[in-house]
């Protein structure tokens, strides 16, 4: 069946097994809950503009933090990290596809539809209220009685699936599909980024689930985990969540580092500095972040010791970061420095992740945390991290691979203008939250009064945040006119030291033509400069047959799977027949998996 | 809705008033103090730590920024190992300037100082709860009394969810936790503890005492933002008075608050006031303990001036100010509401 | 369940699938070890009984332990005859890793079943009883999905014949079932064994 699928239309996005329009497919669905999570946000500062705001109730604020974390870890940043991965890791180790390029499209249909089952809350107003690390008990019957709750669990128990699935996936695929010559060590450090955070995933996912399993079974089993009354303890659930949720933290960060690393590099015209201790610091927090969970529990009456070895555990984790930060100058520096939008948000993001990084300093002290806990110091602290650092990253990685997706550029003047806007509105919304902090407004309250202080700040942070949501539509024009209308892209309009910049814009669908080999690190550079910066003349094309070249075939088999692992979660959302429902998707599931299991791959 | 703060806007813009009610780095008790100390070197160092990474990034950018036509390259170099050390070694050093004094606070404060005023913090959504088991079965509600320059020795425990007790200028957050009760005692089975001592008053002959802000800071429902509270220091003397006279029943003296009391026989499911027949009815409460109402500065949580006005806004229908509130609407005529707001707020017998 | 971009090299010389598969089994650590360390810190914490003393039957339990030992070898010995070509052996073979499979989950409906019914443990009867059924309830799905793959390639060599030896799918369910069988004997070890020392 699977040969006579169409190669264009809806029907081949639906089946396609490439990981190019895989990784396409994971960019779109998360610029469109970026979206989503913006609206939440600017919902809520509109809210806090002024004291005794009466413009939603606080009921309706929970559920916008709540979903506006959600939506921005999970439905936005991962996924938008995972289109990069899809679409550039076979490109950058020269492999045709990854390992299994069905699971692939598997792991996208499952977070699509696992984030759409988190969404429908919205629509039959049983919003999740219970902030987006769900702490234990609010999150029992007796306190959230609708499927508020459920929807989340399930949502992120379903998301977690294709994450898990996803890095398995990748795993092998850098592992083991790397092209001729590219020992470890010659792997690009977006590579070495993505490999890393599919160790996070692969050891954190578990953990999660298992959690998420517990608060299943409390509120649907009438179980007692995380209910005090019946023997349980809720500070279990905050052990389980932060041991996946900080690791978590690394997997929203890596990618942009590793995005960042590759765009100073090609910006500055230079090999990235200190490559290996890149490489080494990148193992080093990732190995840490599993050490340091407890940071975030410094307020929850740890004792005195285990507060001590967590900080000091949590302070060593500065180390590498630090070091990073000044190889990432350090790459700059001797170079001849290309400002493009790219360039500017890789460089904001060295800039702005220092800004987070140095508060997470000061949070790494249980003395100044005990202060600073649950006030918007930290709010400021990890959207400098998260925001100024991941997002800023990513945007950066839109604007360099766009023209190597889609064959043109994004408009640079728009891009450039966003990028103030961003950089303008950040800053407001996000630097004041310090001060906020700094005079003890709590996180996550839906109205202050106005004699405390807040109201100046508070004030200034909304206007920041309109200034970046207009920045947003700004990005959204930009890419709807230059998908149309943009300068056409060159093969390598970037100068560019990978890999993926030696094929044509947009790669064919077989990648490449003869499998690449290398001999170093930015081998593709290399190619196209002497040692001394000398010109070399192009290679000549090598004949070629494109029919010689096996592609795995399309498959309705992933869709049809994805459907079914999300209906079984969502029979424990509705509050008649979830067995019928959850039974069904079970047998869609059982059957698809078998029809999988016996297709020519 | 009110108007944006522009006036505020010309005169505040670099400005951070220390002086904000819930500022935390102006701690006044013991902790709090130690608190400033090591938030002030830490900021220094990250500080200094901000300025080696901006200054060497902004150089770099002004520079090494292309020239146009120049299409060369620069020179391909990979990295210094000396410069990796240094960068390595440097921050660890920085570390433990901020580590040392770290631990110096946990430890100093892991225990409780003997003699200390043993209070009970009591979490409820979304009203705190004060008993002070050392003097008889004195329990105060959205108001925590204590007396000047006196080490204290706080246990937390939540009757529903998470919350988290915090009065910044005190400093010291700890969240407090729901936990199992023993089934003959109703003794908490865990709690969280918090040993700090009280900060001096600053004008020693105030009457009434000085008012400290606090507020439940973890996520713990609707009305999370409206769980605040006053922590009020007293001298010695005045808080050694507040305790023999909370206790007091009101005096009944008018025809209204006679009737208020009658009224107020509905509400004693829910409440009690020391010394009236409210205080038979068994079993934990769960709205919080009434006696001597008429004293205290705020109500429904911290978040109303205990005025007749806002008291009757609160009867007509709790919910109106605090959703979610478990206290429902008794449907009381204007009459009754007018009665239950004299006997609560002019019978209270006051101790300032 | 799996399949590879055809044409290319292995850069580590394993194969992708039985790579996933190892890479499978490291997430599979950190969910059982989740799992044991919540049973651990639970099973003294009941408010109520029965407590594991007064319900494990450790001679029934050690009988099911090694049946599912004994299937391991037999998912050994399939592998084996697979490699050789011995169609019916490995038939043979395959079909009693399956009767192993489903003779523990046999056991193990009889386990919670005299749990429920005689002893009066349900799933929310206390704490320990929520993090034991959790727990071996994990582990039994995950013998169920095993059972579930030996079966369908019991019935695909039935049906093939002598055309299929796909050792390399064997070697990756083989290494699964490995696993669940070792996961068991931890579990054994300290959820059972335990209670006795």
């Known amino acids: 069946m699977a040969k006579y699928l169409p190669k264009t239309g809806i029907i081949s996005w639906l089946t396609t097994v490439d990981h190019k329009r895989i990784g396409i497919l994971y960019a779109l669905a998360a610029l469109f809950f970026l979206v989503v999570g913006g609206v939440d946000a600017i919902l809520m500062r509109t809210q806090l503009i002024v004291p005794n705001n009466t413009f939603i109730t606080g009921e309706i604020f929970n559920g916008l933090v709540t979903m506006h974390g959600t939506t921005m870890i999970f439905l936005v940043v991962m996924p938008l990290s995972a289109a990069f991965f899809n679409f550039l890791v076979p490109l950058m180790i020269g492999a045709p596809d990854v390992a299994f390029p069905r699971l692939n499209a598997l792991s996208y249909w499952v977070f699509l539809f696992g984030a759409l089952l988190l969404n429908t809350s919205y629509l039959v107003q049983q919003i999740p209220a219970m902030g987006w690390f769900a702490y234990a008990n609010l999150t029992e019957k007796q306190f959230n009685p609708t499927h508020s709750v459920d929807f989340w669990v399930l949502g992120i128990q379903v998301v977690g699936l294709a994450s898990l699935i996803a890095a398995i996936n990748f795993f092998v695929t850098i592992l083991n599909m790397r092209c001729k010559g590219m020992t470890l060590l010659k792997m690009p450090l977006f590579i070495w980024a993505t490999l890393v955070t599919q160790v996070l995933l692969i050891l954190a996912l578990p953990v999660i689930t298992i959690a998420l399993v517990m608060i299943s079974f409390d509120r649907n089993y009438g179980t007692g985990f995380f209910n005090p009354g019946l023997g349980g303890q809720v500070i279990m659930w905050q052990h389980l969540f932060w041991i996946f949720g900080h690791p978590e933290v690394y997997i929203l960060i890596l990618p942009a580092m590793g995005i960042v690393s590759e765009i100073l590099a090609t910006s500055a015209r230079k090999p990235l500095f200190g490559y290996s201790v890149m490489v080494y610091s990148t193992c080093a927090i990732g190995f840490l972040g599993f050490a340091v969970w407890a940071h975030h529990m410094f307020t929850t009456g740890l004792g005195a010791w285990a507060q001590a070895l967590f900080s000091a555990a949590t302070m060593l984790i500065a180390v590498p970061t630090g070091v990073k930060i000044f190889n990432w100058i350090s790459t700059l520096w001797g170079g001849k420095i290309r400002f493009n939008t790219a360039s500017m948000f890789a460089i904001s993001f060295v800039a702005m992740f220092t800004l987070g990084g140095l508060s997470g300093i000061m949070h790494s002290s249980p003395v100044i945390d005990t202060q600073h806990q649950d006030t918007y110091f930290v709010v400021a602290h990890f959207h400098y991290v998260l925001y100024g650092g991941a997002v800023m990253g990513l945007f950066g990685g839109i604007f360099y691979w766009f023209p190597k997706v889609t064959g043109r550029m994004l408009n640079e003047m728009l891009g450039k203008t966003q990028f103030w806007l961003y950089m303008v509105g950040f800053n407001l919304t996000f630097f004041p939250m310090h001060f906020l902090g700094l005079e003890g407004m709590p996180r996550r309250i839906f109205t202050y009064a106005p004699d405390m202080n807040w109201n100046f700040w508070n004030f200034c942070a909304t206007i920041g945040a309109y200034i970046t949501a207009v920045g947003g539509l700004l990005f959204f024009f930009n890419f709807c006119i230059s998908l149309k209308w943009g300068k056409k892209a060159p093969a390598d309009p970037w100068d560019g030291r990978t890999l993926e910049w030696s094929i044509s814009s947009p790669p064919p669908e077989y990648n490449f033509a003869h499998p690449p080999e290398v001999t170093q690190l930015d081998d593709f550079w290399y190619q196209k400069y002497t040692h001394d910066g000398k010109r070399l003349p192009l290679a000549p094309e090598r004949p070629f047959d494109p029919k010689s070249i096996h592609l795995p075939d399309q498959s309705f088999w992933p869709i049809l799977l994805a459907a079914g692992i999300t209906t079984i979660a969502s029979g424990f959302v509705v509050s008649d027949h979830g067995v019928f429902i959850s039974l069904c998707g079970l047998a869609i599931t059982v059957g698809s998996a078998f029809g999988w299991a016996y297709e020519a791959p | 809705m009110q108007l944006p703060p522009f006036d505020e806007l010309k005169y505040k813009f670099f400005d951070v008033n220390w002086d904000a009610p819930m500022n935390t780095i102006s701690g006044l008790t013991n902790w709090g103090k130690d608190a400033n100390h090591v938030y002030w070197i830490t900021t220094v160092l990250c500080f200094l730590v901000f300025f080696a990474v901006a200054i060497p990034l902004i150089y770099t950018l002004i520079r090494f920024k292309d020239k146009p036509g120049d299409e060369s390259p620069p020179a391909q170099f990979h990295g210094s190992t000396t410069l990796e050390i240094m960068w390595t070694v440097i921050p660890v050093v920085l570390l433990i300037f901020i580590a040392v004094p770290t631990w110096r606070v946990l430890f100093k404060y892991a225990h409780a100082e003997p003699n200390a005023l043993e209070i009970e913090v009591i979490g409820h959504q979304w009203w705190w709860e004060f008993r002070y088991p050392q003097n008889g079965k004195v329990i105060s509600a959205g108001e925590l009394h204590v007396p000047e320059n006196t080490p204290l020795h706080f246990k937390l425990w939540s009757n529903d969810v998470i919350h988290s007790f915090w009065v910044p200028k005190f400093g010291g957050k700890v969240d407090v936790m729901p936990t199992s009760f023993h089934k003959e005692t109703g003794a908490p089975s865990a709690f969280n503890t918090l040993n700090i001592s009280s900060p001096a008053l600053v004008d020693p002959n105030k009457k009434g005492g000085e008012r400290y802000q606090g507020q439940c800071v973890e996520l713990c429902g609707a009305s999370h933002a409206l769980m605040r509270f006053n922590a009020v220091v007293h001298s010695k003397a005045e808080f050694e008075a507040w305790t023999q006279t909370v206790n007091t029943p009101p005096k009944v003296e008018t025809r209204l608050a006679a009737e208020g009391e009658e009224v107020f026989a509905r509400c004693q499911a829910c409440h009690t006031i020391a010394g009236t027949p409210s205080e038979q009815i068994p079993g934990d409460k769960i709205g919080p303990n009434l006696s001597n109402f008429g004293s205290r500065k705020y109500m429904a949580g911290g978040i109303r001036l205990n005025t007749p006005e806002n008291l009757a806004i609160w009867l007509r229908d709790p919910a109106s100010l605090k959703p979610g509130a478990l206290m429902p609407n008794l449907g009381l005529t204007e009459k009754e509401i007018a009665a239950v707001s004299s006997y609560l707020r002019l019978s209270t017998v006051k101790t300032y | ?197």
């Not at chain 3, 192993?100 to 929310?124: A, C, P, R």
Request: aromatic residues 16%; proline residues 1%.
């Open chain 3, 1 to 197: 369940m799996s399949e590879q971009a055809h044409g290319h090299h292995q850069s580590t010389n394993i194969e992708n699938r039985k790579f996933a598969m190892w890479v499978l089994i490291g997430s599979e650590c950190f969910l059982f070890g989740t799992l044991i360390a919540n049973y651990l810190i639970n099973k003294g914490r009941s408010l109520s009984g029965p407590s594991p003393q007064e319900v494990y039957k450790i001679n029934v339990t050690t009988l099911s332990t090694f049946d599912l030992l004994m299937s391991s070898v037999a998912m050994v010995l399939a592998l084996h005859y697979c490699k050789e070509k011995s169609l019916r052996k490995f038939q043979f073979w395959t079909a009693m890793v399956v009767v192993g499979g489903l003779i523990f989950l046999g056991f193990q409906y009889h386990e919670f079943s005299t749990f429920v019914n005689v002893d009066g443990l349900g799933l929310s009867t206390n704490i320990f009883a929520s993090s034991f059924y959790l727990l071996t309830g994990c582990h039994g799905a995950h013998v169920t999905v095993g059972v579930l793959w030996m079966s369908s390639i019991l019935v695909t060599s039935l049906i093939k014949g002598e055309k299929w030896f796909n050792s390399e799918v064997i070697e990756v369910a083989g290494l699964y079932w490995h696993f669940v069988d070792v996961v068991w004997i931890i579990i054994f070890t300290f959820v059972y064994l335990f209670v006795y020392i």
